[in-house]
Nanobody
Framework: VQLQASGGGLVQAGGSLRLSCAFSGGTFSSHYMGWFRQVPGKEREFLAA????????YYADSVRGRFTISRDNARNTVYLEMNSLKPEDTAVYYCAARPPDAPLGRFVREYGNWGQGTQVTVSS
């Protein structure tokens, strides 16, 4: 499985960004997908996850109501729509895949495949 994240960049506080993560090398619809972020010196933080069909989503309290995770199984892509961005959202954002048929995971150790990360910088 290979994951390729894109869509990061520099945005002003209050703005929006949409991250994408292209999946290849497996059966996309068999994998729960998640988004995490990390700032230097801190642990990688769970943000959101989406079920195999996209029918169920889960969010960390820090982003619930501002971020939306979704997936397009026809395009083998998972998205993270980020609104009302704050300077504290500045981080490297990673997409990740659970093992095939494994259910929701909220911890880094539960995800076996990771994208390379995309930088999001929110200016005040």
């Amino acid at each position: 499985v290979q994951l390729q994240a894109s869509g990061g960049g520099l945005v002003q506080a209050g703005g929006s960004l949409r991250l994408s993560c292209a999946f290849s090398g497996g059966t996309f619809s068999s994998h729960y997908m998640g988004w995490f972020r990390q700032v230097p010196g801190k642990e990688r933080e769970f943000l959101a996850a989406v079920s195999w069909s996209g029918g169920s989503t889960y969010y960390a309290d820090s982003v619930r109501g501002r971020f939306t995770i979704s997936r397009d199984n026809a395009r083998n892509t998972v998205y993270l729509e980020m609104n009302s961005l704050k300077p504290e959202d500045t981080a490297v954002y990673y997409c990740a895949a659970r093992p095939p048929d494994a259910p929701l995971g909220r911890f880094v150790r539960e995800y076996g495949n990771w994208g390379q990360g995309t930088q999001v910088t929110v200016s005040s």
